[in-house]
């Protein structure tokens, strides 16, 4: 049987936790799917390890090794290497439930269409709770941006998209210097046509390192302005959006901007009369950013 589902994991020196990723999957009640791992220039032994996991042929496990680069460099490989059917991201301080993979693809097999993007399920906290404590709505799909729109539901997701429209919306462009472009970027660009499934069960075990991208957001919007002005700009022009959400994102884009010494922010903003009103308050945004991050 071909694998229906690429379980990508992004890594960079997590030598020490992929082991607990690797033994989640062999726990899976099906291995209908491939391992793409894509290394961002780890040093600290992650290929040979990789490489004994390849040896012992318990799982389909594809291995890239690239120059560090940054989360959405490691998206970039990944998606233009995927041949299968569905994508997910497992990331390497993660790992899935024992039963993850089977629901996915249970689902996708009853209810897939062309006019969907995929599956949206829910993340889990170590103490084997949704995380912020809530489900999805009772729906049988959604749009990533109404959930917090329409149904104000702050939680924490995990999407399955559909390669081929991966394939469509990506790369991401790699700005000189900056490592921070969050994909979500591909995942909104996606949402802006099709909504997903909603699969209300557990499709990952989130275990927050204070090293890892989360943590740190504040000092992301700093070092990576251009990537970060871009999905602004991007959140901006959805369809979907808001005037509250149109104008929170264009103070963002402001500081962005302000820190990229961008100065035809003007001339690129999607939405000008939005941009213009929110200088004020993307220059005191931009002002206590420095302050906190100094």
Not at 110 to 117: C, G, L, T
Not at 125 to 140: S, Y
Not at 161 to 176: E, S
Request: aromatic share 10%; hydrophobic share 45%; charged share 25%.
């Amino acid at each position: 049987m071909l694998p229906n589902l690429t379980v990508f994991t992004p890594t960079y020196n997590r030598a020490h936790l992929l082991p607990r990723v690797y033994e989640a999957l062999l726990r899976q009640s099906i291995h209908n799917f491939v391992w793409l791992i894509v290394d961002d220039g780890s040093t600290d032994g992650t290929e040979i390890l990789v490489k004994s996991w390849q040896q012992e042929k318990r799982l389909a496990i594809h291995y890239y090794k690239k120059e560090n680069g940054g989360l959405h460099t490691a998206y970039n490989l990944a998606i233009a290497k995927a041949s299968t059917e569905l994508f997910i991201c497992i990331d390497s301080d993660d790992f899935m439930p024992d039963d993850a993979v089977e629901n996915i693809l249970e689902l996708w097999d009853s209810k897939k269409s062309a006019e969907v993007a995929g599956i949206i399920g829910l993340d889990y906290g170590m103490d084997g709770n949704p995380l912020r404590g809530k489900l999805l709505p009772d729906v049988e799909r959604v749009h990533i941006l109404d959930l917090a729109i329409r149904y104000k539901h702050d939680v924490d997701t995990k999407m399955v998209h559909r390669t081929d429209l991966l394939k469509a919306v990506a790369p991401m462009t790699v700005f000189r210097g900056e490592k921070n472009f969050n994909p979500i970027f591909l995942f909104l660009k996606i949402d802006n046509q099709y909504p997903l499934l909603v699969l209300n069960k557990n499709l990952c075990f989130v275990d927050y390192q204070e090293t890892g991208m989360a943590n740190n957001i504040l000092k992301q919007f700093v070092d990576s302005p251009k990537s970060f002005a871009e999905l602004r700009k991007l959140n901006m022009s959805l369809i979907r959006a808001t005037p509250g959400f149109i104008f929170a994102n264009a103070v963002h884009y402001v500081s962005s901007s302000i820190f990229a010494n961008n100065r035809n922010w003007f001339k690129e903003a999607p939405r000008k009369g939005y941009a213009v009103l929110a200088v004020p308050m993307g220059l005191m945004l931009n002002l206590y950013l420095r302050y906190k991050t100094r």
